[in-house]
C-alpha cells in the first residue's frame, strides 16, 4: 500500500532532519570546533538550502542539542536496559560501565561541542545540566534497589551519591578525551573500583 | 657628577617601575571587578576593560597581550590559595577528619573566587593557555593525594585498594566538579555534597 500523503511529509521531514544532524555529526567528527560551526557550513555539508535548514531547525544550537538526545536516549536506554535489572553483583556492574564508556567515548566530538557551547550559551549550560541529571535519576535507583538487596557500601543520600558517582564519571571521562594523558582503560578501572566500593562496600 | 646621574637615573628607573606596577593593577583590578559584577567571560572585551581601568587601549596593550592574560594574573590567587591548602601534606598525617577539613577548604576557595573560577572555566575552552592552566591546578592536588594514600597504606592506617595514582585521580576531579557544579549550577545543597564527598573520600580510602 502507498504511503498516505501525510506519512510521505513525515518521512520526508525525517530524512532531511537525519541529513541535517548528520551533517553536524560529520563536521564535529571531522576535528571542527563547536565555535567555528556555523549554520552555512551544516547547510553545505548536508548538501541542503540554507533556507531548507531554517524549515527543520531554529538554529544550530538545536541542532546539537538532538545530538545530545541521542546520547542520552542511548545511554538511558542502555542503562535501563541493562543494568537496573542485572543483579548478578560487581561483575555486570564491570560490563555496564565499559558500555556506558563506550557510547560516550562514541559521542565524544558531541560532549566537547556541548561542553564548549555551555560556556558561552545559557541555552546549552542550561542543557549540559540536564544531560548530567539524566543519569543520576537511573542511578538513584540503582543504589535503592542495591540497598534493597542488602549492598550498602556508604550510607550517603542516594541521590547525592548518585550525583557525585555521575559527576566524577563525567569528569574523568572527559578528561581522558581532551587530554588522551592517562590511557582510558587505567582510568576505567579507578573509576568502576570506586562505583564498586561506593556501591557495594567490597 | 658620575654618582649624580646614576642616582637620578635609578629614581627614574624606580618610578618607572612603580608605575608599571599601578597600572598592571589598576588593568587586573579592572578585570576583577567586571568578573565580579557579574559578566560572562565571553562578553568582557578589551574596551571595557581599559573603560573599567581608565586607560587607552594602547596602554593596555603595552602590559598585557590580551585578556587572558590579565585572567591569568588573577588565576595565580586561586591557585596560590589552592596550594596554601596541600603546602603540609607531605609532612602531616592525612586521617579522616583531615579529608573533611581539606575539602571544607577546597570547597571554601572556591566559593570565595566563585566568579573568577567561572571565568576561567569558560574561558578553558576558547583558550589554550588558560586550559592548560586550569587543568595545572587540578595536577598539584593529584600527586601530593597519591604520595598521602601511599603513606597511610604503608603506616598501616589504610587497607590496600586501587591504584593510588589513579584514585587519587578519580578523587580529585570528583571534588572539584561536584564543588564547581554546587556553586555554579546551585543545584543540590553545597554542604550535602560535601558531605557525600567526604563518605566516599573515606570509603575509597579507608574502607569505612
Known amino acids: 500500500m502507498a504511503d498516505s500523503p501525510n506519512s510521505e511529509g513525515i518521512t520526508k521531514r525525517s530524512e532531511v532532519e537525519l541529513k541535517i544532524t548528520g551533517a553536524l555529526r560529520s563536521l564535529l567528527d571531522g576535528g571542527t570546533p563547536w565555535g567555528s560551526v556555523t549554520v552555512d557550513a551544516i547547510a553545505h555539508e548536508a548538501d541542503i538550502k540554507r533556507t531548507l535548514f531554517y524549515v527543520y531547525f531554529p538554529d544550530r544550537n538545536a541542532v546539537l542539542i538532538r545530538l545530545g538526545n541521542q546520547l542520552i536516549e542511548t545511554t538511558v536506554q542502555g542503562i535501563e536496559a541493562h543494568w537496573l535489572v542485572a543483579a548478578d553483583g560487581p561483575d555486570s556492574l564491570r560490563k555496564e560501565m565499559e558500555a556506558f564508556w563506550r557510547t560516550q567515548e562514541g559521542f565524544s566530538p558531541v560532549l566537547r561541542a556541548l561542553m564548549e557551547g555551555a560556556t558561552v550559551d545559557p541555552e546549552l549550560k542550561e542543557y549540559w545540566k540536564t544531560l548530567s541529571r539524566a543519569f543520576v535519576e537511573p542511578t538513584r535507583r540503582r543504589i535503592e534497589q542495591l540497598r534493597e538487596a542488602g549492598h550498602q557500601g556508604t550510607d550517603a543520600d542516594p541521590e547525592m551519591l548518585a550525583l557525585c558517582l555521575i559527576l566524577m564519571t563525567e569528569k574523568v571521562l572527559l578528561e581522558g578525551l581532551q587530554l588522551g594523558g592517562s590511557s582510558n582503560d587505567e582510568l576505567v578501572n579507578a573509576a568502576f573500583e570506586l562505583w564498586k566500593l561506593v556501591l557495594y562496600g567490597s | ?208
Open chain 2, 1 to 208: 657628577m658620575g654618582l649624580y646621574f646614576t642616582f637620578m637615573s635609578n629614581v627614574k628607573l624606580g618610578k618607572r617601575a612603580a608605575h608599571r606596577e599601578d597600572v598592571e593593577h589598576r588593568i587586573v583590578e579592572a578585570l576583577r571587578s567586571l568578573i565580579d559584577g557579574g559578566m560572562l567571560w565571553r562578553d568582557v572585551t578589551i574596551a571595557e576593560i581599559t573603560n573599567e581601568a581608565q586607560i587607552t587601549r594602547t596602554v593596555f596593550y603595552i602590559y598585557f597581550k590580551d585578556k587572558s592574560s590579565v585572567l591569568l594574573r588573577l588565576g595565580a590567587e586561586v591557585k596560590e590559595a589552592l596550594h596554601e591548602i596541600t603546602h603540609d601534606w607531605d609532612t602531616s598525617t592525612m586521617g579522616p577528619d583531615v579529608i573533611r577539613r581539606d575539602l571544607q577548604r577546597y570547597t571554601e576557595v572556591q566559593r570565595k573566587h566563585a566568579d573568577l573560577t567561572r571565568a576561567l572555566r569558560d574561558a578553558t575552552h576558547l583558550t589554550p593557555e588558560v586550559q592548560k592552566f586550569w587543568k595545572a591546578i587540578a595536577r598539584d592536588f593529584i600527586a601530593p593525594t597519591t604520595r598521602r594514600i601511599l603513606k597511610e597504606r604503608a603506616e598501616g592506617r589504610a587497607p590496600d585498594g586501587p591504584d593510588a595514582q589513579m584514585l587519587a585521580y578519580c578523587l580529585i576531579l570528583m571534588s572539584e566538579k561536584v564543588a564547581f557544579e554546587a556553586l555554579h549550577y546551585r543545584g543540590p545543597d553545597f554542604d550535602a555534597v560535601l558531605d557525600t564527598a567526604h563518605q566516599i573520600w573515606l570509603k575509597m580510602i579507608y574502607g569505612i
